[in-house]
């Protein structure tokens, strides 16, 4: 199982590498969902004596205050032979065999992200070593609580650390080390209180008993170490860590714990107890434990992954592929846009999309009711038809029939129908104007670049008004044909129904009686709804012709034929992406390799096992 670490120690590199350590996200980090050990503890309760004593190796920056000022993610890599060695992630490829450096590297890091002050950060130093010495195991180092900020220090730091500390130990998957040191009371112990807060009973917290040697004559630690004083799931373990004076002296750490081993083994008080102390049982404990929780958040965390993956990859499709760098791949990308804009319009035209059929309601409705609120009857009345009869003679009578007079009459009825017709035009106008306004909307691409969706609504409108302009000369044309040309069969007619028109040896006052006029009223208006009812099919024909079909066809050829012309600066004003955007896209796209490689590392384990 001795993987399971090592893919954990993997995806937490490449997490921190991403820049994910548990921050806070609208999606949920990787980080979070893996188990790690965090090790908790008050300044000067031995907390880096007891790490350095699971390494075997001085490696730990000392000295009075703060000293940890970043969480250090250790992780212990077992090798069977060969040198031991440290590697920063920050230094790749650097090996650190002088330990010493490890530790002026730690404090430089550190430096380096507070600038020199005494200021703590939440981004965590990776340091992995390698040794045969050591067991697989990952561990948290946490700045050290404290009650009191010291010279340099806000007054805010005691909080800013104990808050970034529950940052970490809250989580479900995190095993708590709780370091007390035993010459103190266990009931003012800073990782015991902070650990109950967030583990009240327990389930997930490790005790370890630091200064067991230090305790005053006459007193002991068996009451802690067999959880009678404060009882844990897990059995207390007691450390005895090397004296200031052996750090000073540079006591060698095996040395060390032999001595250790010694002292458990010869104390009378827990000599029973010896085979579950010390800092080596400590290392191998952890390395257990951490290894069955691995084990058992594996599904979870196999699900949570697929589930961000899901997730990222719909986030990416929703905010549109990157913009290219040359002027080639800008401007396949901008009549990509266009097409995709041009396709859903034309689905609303065709009824894939709703709003077409407000243009047949145009033609069979709006229209068909202009028509008939015309009143041609009242433009016919008998005092109109009198007077427009009478005006056409001159001071000469007619022969036969008014002609002009008729001509007068229908011609001055059929020019009413160019009101209709105008109106016919505007409203297929508007609704294929609104019809842009919602293919844009509906268009995600161009959500992606505010430049190109205002051009691209400005050039489809100035189509339109073009359209719009060419269908209302052809339409009217038509109008204008039927004014032109009057159909001969009706001429023709008129001679017959002299009788029922008058005498025509009657005077011409005689001969424009009421029931002559009349009669020219009615054939007039006769012949004026014939034509209506012939153009009422033959505008929405013109109209359809002229822009319903010219806007499929064609709505944005002009666009088109302008970008061809731009050049690579012009074309990027129109991929003028929001920068946020961007950055958004990228990062997303980092974390999505990450989850995609995460998923391949712990499928192959799963596999594996």
Known sequence: ??????????LQRACTALGDHGEESALPTLWDSLPAIAVVGGQSSGKSSVLESIVGKDFLPRGSGIVTRRPLVLQLH???EGREYAEFMHLPRKRFTDFAAVRKEIQDETDRETGRTKQISPVPIHLSIYSPNVVNLTLIDLPGLTKVAVEGQPESIVADIENMVRSFIE????IILAISPANQDLATSDAIKISREVDPKGERTFGVLTKIDLMDKGTDAVDILEGRSYKLQF???GVVNRSQADINKSVDMIAARRREREYFANTPEYKRLAHRMGSEHLGKMLSKHLEQVIKSRIPGIQSLINKTIAELEAELHRLGKPIATDAGGKLYSIMEICRIFDGIYKEHLDGVRPGGEKIYNVFDSQLPAALKRLHFDKHLSMENVRKLITE??????HLIAPEQGYRRLIESSLVCIRGPTEAAVDAVHAILKDLVHKAINETVELKQYPTLRVEVGNAAFESLDRMRDESKKATLKLVDMECSYLTVDFFRKLPQDIEKGGNPTHSIFDR???????RIGTTVLAYVNMVC????????????YCQVREAKRSLLDHFFTELGTKENKQLSSLLDEDPAIMERRSALAKRLELYRNAQAEIDAVAWAK
């Open 1 to 10: 199982m001795e993987n399971l670490i090592s893919l954990v120690n993997k």
């Open 533 to 544: 009812a012939s153009l009422r099919n033959s505008i929405p024909k013109s109209i359809v």
């Open 78 to 80: 077992r090798i069977d």
């Open 512 to 518: 424009y009686n009421d029931s002559y006029l009349r």
């Open 392 to 397: 056409a003679d001159g001071y000469q009578p």
């Open 235 to 237: 059995p207390w373990i």
């Open 171 to 174: 989580k479900p998957n995190s």
